[in-house]
C-alpha cells in the first residue's frame, strides 16, 4: 500500500527528498506522517502532514525539513535539507487511509538514510 523510496548516502549539510506513494482502492487519506528508527532507538516521529496541509515537526529537524504531500499523487514527500549524522535511520512513511469500511493506520518498508561526517 506505501512505497517509499528517496534514501541514500549523503555528506552532512546535504539533502535528500523522500518520497511515498500510496496505491490500492480507498475513498482518501486523512493524515500521512514520517518517521524514523535509528539503531538501537526507538521509532520517533520526524513530521505529519493533515489532509489540509497542516503540519507539525519534531523539534531536531525544525527549520531543516519540510513535509508535503500532493494529493492527486496520493503522494507525500519530506525535504531534508542540512542534514546532520544523528540524522542517519530508516525512515517510514505512514498514512490513515479511509476506506469505504472503515479507517486503517498504514506503514511503509522504510528507507535507509545515512548521513556521513
Known amino acids: 500500500q506505501l512505497q517509499a523510496s528517496g534514501g541514500g548516502l549523503v555528506q552532512a549539510g546535504g539533502s535528500l527528498r523522500l518520497s511515498c506513494v500510496v496505491s490500492g482502492s480507498f475513498r482518501s487519506i486523512n493524515v500521512m506522517a514520517w518517521y524514523r528508527q535509528a539503531p538501537g532507538k526507538e521509532r520517533e516521529r520526524v513530521a505529519r502532514i493533515t489532509s489540509v496541509g497542516t503540519t507539525t515537526y519534531t523539534d531536531s529537524v525544525k527549520g531543516r525539513f519540510t513535509i508535503s504531500r500532493d494529493n492527486a499523487k496520493n503522494t507525500v514527500y519530506l525535504q531534508m535539507n542540512s542534514l546532520k549524522p544523528e540524522d542517519t535511520a530508516v525512515y517510514f512513511c505512514?498514512?490513515?487511509?479511509?476506506?469505504?469500511?472503515?479507517?486503517?493506520?498504514?506503514w511503509g518498508q522504510g528507507t535507509q538514510v545515512t548521513v556521513s561526517s
Open positions: 505512514n498514512a490513515d487511509i479511509v476506506t469505504i469500511v472503515s479507517w486503517y493506520n498504514y
